[in-house]
């Protein structure tokens, strides 16, 4: 079972030179995106950006510090409570929303190069998945702000004789909002938090991840050039520890939304209760892959593969935990590895590539760790377990067979391109092995037996269950976690309980 790679899949060749528009992006002074306007950072501090398919630093951006956190709520307050935002009718909101989404349209390649080269992922995918993801979320997220509704209800209290009651609800935006985004899908992570609360009436200061920071840059131009009024995005560049948890720290801030590690989630929960903020976490995950013994074995390669592989692993819904029953784990394995070892790792910009660099050198070490951890600890190494010679920040994508639940590499998140393979033998068992985590982000099954798929799917314990199928995220689909995976479900008019508080009136008439 053991595939050899062919040698040429793991020569990586030179990253290409940026276009003009990118190169010259990649040369505008670290600022921050304040009021509506360009500023510097009150510490005067910078962050380099690498590209993590060279290593090499290709711009700086601006640490923003306390005082810049102070500037920006206080922009997002005074544009939430004043100003032509304060006041714009819905489908005022909505027509905005749709600018923006023609603007991301328009500059798709530039914004598509740029997630490249910052994240380390292949232009196509970013052009494809993020930069047409983002664009379809903020049109998805426009239509929402013109169907945002309350209800009217009977009361059955008794008042003074003679009076009636005229009772109803409305929605009300929730505020200002920090929303603090990871690194794996800058753009559309940007998106998915700044869609719903622009069609709700809130406003915003974005925090992007340090390692990532250029496409929220970029956006915040296109934001101003849609006509967004001063204040309703703000974009803070800067670290978690400091900028991101000013942020979670500020009086001035009503919510906070976050994509991220789950120990961060923890932190960010703990902090925002001290000014009862209120907080939705989109976390970890650890997420299983079931087959069942009928499931269509090519089907379930291709699926499982790109279950784990997609995004260099960097998912949080990622494919990790593959169970096969043993009627089929052989065959299973064998495919996933074989389709692992053939996969051209390389550099995002060049078109061969179908598999970039990891986002920094800190997660090439750490799943490096995570693979060594799994080896000693009994773990076979079936496909990949090493970092090809260069200095970019590649993993080979991998699998490992020979593994136990109570290892490193099961039980916690590696979020790069392993695969760790389980058989099972008894349907009856499956459900307790995949809920053997502390995470509950989504789960697949591979399955056409309709009945044993529908007893499984009430027993998981996770947010999204695909069926033949794995990673098909939509914006009409609620996106959250049971367990630490988080609270909060993303998308869909479930967002709208995220962005918005629910006011009840009573009326005496
Ligand atoms: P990862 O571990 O995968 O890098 P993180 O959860 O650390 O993911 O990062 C996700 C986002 O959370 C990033 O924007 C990061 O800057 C931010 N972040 C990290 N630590 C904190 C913190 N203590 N408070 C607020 N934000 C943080």
Redesign the pocket.
């Known amino acids: 079972m053991n595939a050899s790679p062919a040698l040429t899949q793991y020569q990586i060749p030179l990253q290409p030179d940026p276009s003009a528009a990118v190169a010259k992006f990649l040369k505008r002074p670290p600022r921050l995106f304040i009021g509506g306007e360009w500023v510097e950072s009150k510490s005067r501090e910078r962050i380099s950006v690498v590209d993590p398919a060279t290593g090499r630093e290709i711009a700086s951006v601006a640490d923003a510090n306390e005082a810049d956190v102070d500037r920006a709520v206080a922009a997002a307050r005074k544009a939430f409570e004043s100003g032509p935002w304060a006041d714009m009718l819905p489908a005022d909101r909505q027509a905005l929303l749709w600018k923006l989404s023609d603007l991301v349209e328009k500059n798709m390649d530039e914004l598509a190069e740029l997630e490249s080269i910052d994240n380390g992922k292949t232009k196509f995918m970013a052009t494809v998945v993020d930069v047409a993801g983002t664009r379809d979320y903020f049109r998805y997220m426009a239509g929402w702000a013109t169907r945002i509704e309350g209800s009217t209800f009977a009361t059955s209290i008794h008042g003074p004789p003679g009076v009636k009651f005229h009772t109803y609800t409305q929605r009300e935006p929730v505020g200002v909002v920090a929303q603090?985004?990871?690194?794996n899908f800058p753009l559309a992570m940007a998106a998915w938090k700044l869609g719903p609360a622009l069609a709700t009436g809130c406003t915003c200061i974005l925090?992007?991840?340090?390692q990532t920071p250029l496409t929220a840059l970029r956006l915040a131009e296109l934001i101003a050039e849609a006509g967004f009024p001063p204040g309703v995005v703000n974009v803070l560049t800067g670290?978690?520890?400091t900028t991101?948890?000013a942020l979670?720290a500020h009086p001035g801030v009503d919510k906070v939304a976050?994509t991220?590690?789950t120990p961060?989630g923890k932190?960010?929960n703990k902090s925002a209760t001290d000014t009862l903020k209120r907080v939705s976490l989109e976390l970890g995950g650890k997420s299983p892959v079931i087959v069942l013994p009928d499931a269509d074995i090519d089907s379930v390669i291709g699926g499982a593969a790109n279950a784990i592989f997609f995004n260099a692993g960097q998912v949080c819904c990622a494919g990790t935990r593959l169970f096969a029953h043993k009627k089929v784990f052989d065959r299973v394995v064998e495919g996933i590895s074989t389709a692992a070892s053939s996969i051209q790792l390389g550099p995002g910009l060049d078109p061969k590539t179908q598999m970039g660099p990891l986002v920094s050198r800190e997660q090439q070490e750490r799943v490096l760790g995570y693979i060594e951890s799994g080896r000693k600890e009994g773990a076979t190494v079936v496909a990949g377990g090493e970092t090809p010679s260069s200095p970019g920040f590649y993993v080979k994508p991998t699998v490992l067979a020979n593994v136990r639940s109570d290892m490193k590499v099961v039980r916690e998140e590696i979020?790069g391109p392993v695969l760790v393979a389980q058989r099972f033998e008894d349907l009856d068992d499956i459900a307790a092995l995949a809920n053997d985590t502390p995470y509950g982000l989504a789960a697949s099954i591979w399955s056409n037996d309709l009945r044993a798929v529908q007893r499984l799917v009430p027993r998981i314990r996770a947010g999204t269950v695909w069926v033949n199928c794995h990673n098909f995220v939509d914006p009409n689909m609620p996106f959250g976690g049971f367990k630490q995976s988080g609270f909060g479900r993303e998308h869909g008019r479930a967002v709208l309980d995220l962005y918005t508080e629910l006011k009840s009136v009573c009326m005496a008439i």
């Open positions: 603090i985004v990871p690194w925090k992007p991840a340090e670290l978690g520890e991101g948890a979670v976050f991220g590690s961060v932190l960010i979020f």
